[in-house]
């Protein structure tokens, strides 16, 4: 099983990124999916989590409101759309499967982890 993710880069605050991450080796159709991130010399956090069907969302508070998750179930895809970036957002992004059809915030509840992106914000 392999976690690609894609889509950092350089962007200004205020601007906006979309991160994608496809899934191979199996179908995760039935598994909630996550994204967490990771600033230099901080722990790895919660940004955004997805059920299996997409029904049900959950944000870290700092991304409320600014960023979108979603995914694509016949594509083994996850997003994450990321808009009014800031300075503070900038991290190696991870995007995650759950063990289950909803991972929530909790980094144990995940089993896959994709190799990470770098997201930089410039003020």
């Known amino acids: 099983v392999q976690l690609q993710a894609s889509g950092g880069g350089l962007v200004q605050a205020g601007g906006s990124l979309r991160l994608s991450c496809v899934a191979s080796g199996r179908t995760f159709s039935g598994y909630g999916m996550g994204w967490f991130r990771q600033a230099p010399g901080n722990e790895r956090e919660f940004v955004a989590a997805?059920?299996?069907?997409?029904?049900?969302?959950n944000y870290a508070d700092s991304v409320k409101g600014r960023f979108t998750i979603s995914r694509n179930s016949a594509k083994n895809t996850q997003y994450l759309q990321m808009n009014n970036l800031r300075p503070g957002d900038t991290a190696v992004y991870y995007c995650a499967v759950a063990r289950s059809d909803w991972g929530n915030n909790q980094q144990a509840m995940y089993r896959y982890w994709g190799q990470g992106t770098l997201v930089t914000v410039s003020s």
């Open positions: 997805i059920n299996w069907n997409g029904a049900y969302t």
